[in-house]
């Protein structure tokens, strides 16, 4: 073969190099309005703080532009104090570790709290960070305990982990695909503990998930119900999607992250192929608009004019960047993944001073409940930053 001259060599990098800028996302601007809305949100937590409910600590969303505050018990609690270790992991300032380690510690208690499936997002995004970037011996022991206490809530029969214990009129055994996101928790158990039961429990429920939660163009179900005494699948439904056959977003996006995490864990290739499908389903969707932001189902009946879900463009945003290094197409979904968050960004970031403190708008909660419609949620923030982060790492930012 002939060998290319060096000018045509430099041609082929100047416009790899101009069409990777189009798309350019700038991790140093988007740290600072993150950093500059949090020092507000802090504020904001303190004007909010009812002395009668002292329980009520961790930013959830706006409520009639009021900040909702929500107890440990609430699913949502674990992402304020993940947003504070995510600002010290960038930042490495001694403000933001000890604003970290106050949030985080109100969360501890979450650990025995055997009443629902939320452990991961409770306790692994607020002390799992804190463990991984201290290495304090005592989150080691809270990480135990929580995984401990989450593995109770696994059935040998149906091969999965009980989601929700209420709405028992509803369902008998309900597990929703967000139940991917809590497998984390457990893997890293077995990590530090050298215990595969862990591990076992979440192979079993990612591989039991997959079996009946996907339908055959790799969307997913939000809600499957199982018999515990046989393991049959009664029904297959959804909670906060448009419809049981429709495909709610942030259900896609849990799915396209648990198992692209699963394979970080276990190296299994179907995970990684799961991941991929998944990808495809949501990145080729004729739904999807331009800005790669999803509306809030794919399958929405008004859509153009249906709300967004910021919060799932992040989770996909932050999947995609470790999708893209265990598969051969890793440039195309980091490519993917850079635009999301230029649209984050650039599009949907609070102005500074605003939303009493959340870093981005416009997610949707839970649409058919009429409920945290088109708001900032705290997961968004949460996993905007995680992806900024997974970003800068990888190398396709440019810093300035
Ligand atoms: N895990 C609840 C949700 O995604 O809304």
């Not at 970037?133 to 059935?155: C, M, Q, S, W, Y």
């Not at 009664?234 to 495909?247: E, P, V």
């Amino acid at each position: 073969m002939m060998k290319k001259p060096r000018y045509v060599i430099t041609l082929i990098l100047f416009v790899a190099q101009t069409c990777c800028f189009a798309q350019q996302v700038n991790v140093k601007k988007a740290f600072q309005q993150a950093a500059a809305q949090t020092r507000v949100m802090l504020q904001e937590i303190e004007k909010s703080k009812d002395p009668a409910r002292p329980e009520l600590i961790s930013p959830r969303t706006l409520e009639n532009g009021n900040l909702k505050l929500v107890a440990s018990k609430d699913w949502t609690s674990g992402f304020f104090p993940g947003v504070l270790w995510y600002l010290d992991e960038y930042y490495k300032t001694p403000q933001w570790k000890a604003e970290a380690r106050k949030f985080t510690t109100f969360i501890e208690k979450e650990k025995s709290n055997g009443t629902t499936h939320d452990m991961g997002f409770k306790v692994f995004c607020s002390v799992g960070n804190a463990f991984r970037l201290t290495g304090d011996p005592h989150d080691k022991e809270v990480l135990i305990e929580a995984a401990k206490t989450l593995a109770t809530r696994f059935n040998p029969k149906t091969g999965v982990i009980l989601s929700w214990d209420h709405s028992r009129d509803k369902w008998v055994n309900p597990v929703i695909i967000d139940n991917m996101m809590n497998l984390e928790l457990l893997f890293e158990a077995t990590r530090l503990t050298g215990d595969s039961s862990f591990y076992k429990i979440a192979v079993s429920h990612a591989t039991t998930t997959m079996k009946n939660h996907f339908r055959p163009d790799f969307s997913s179900y939000h809600v499957v119900d199982y018999d515990p005494k046989t393991g049959a699948v009664l029904k297959k439904t959804t909670h906060q999607g448009y419809s049981n056959s429709s495909a709610w977003a942030r259900g896609q996006a849990w799915g396209l992250y648990g198992y692209t995490m699963c394979y970080r864990y276990t190296k299994n290739p179907i995970y990684l192929k799961q991941a991929e499908n998944i990808a495809k389903f949501i990145l080729d969707h004729p739904n999807m608009p331009k800005d790669i932001v999803p509306y809030w189902d794919f399958n929405a009946p008004q859509i153009p004019n249906e709300p967004r879900d910021v919060s799932a463009a992040a989770v996909i945003a932050s999947g995609l960047y470790e999708l893209s290094q265990y598969s051969s197409q890793g440039n195309y979904y980091n490519n993917k993944a850079d635009l999301i968050l230029k649209s984050l960004s650039t599009n949907y970031a609070a102005q500074v001073g605003d939303a009493k403190g959340f870093i981005l708008l416009h997610s949707t909660g839970s649409k058919p409940s009429v409920s945290e419609v088109d708001v900032p949620l705290s997961y968004a923030d949460y996993y905007y930053l995680e992806a900024l982060l997974r970003c800068k790492k990888h190398k396709t930012a440019v810093l300035r």
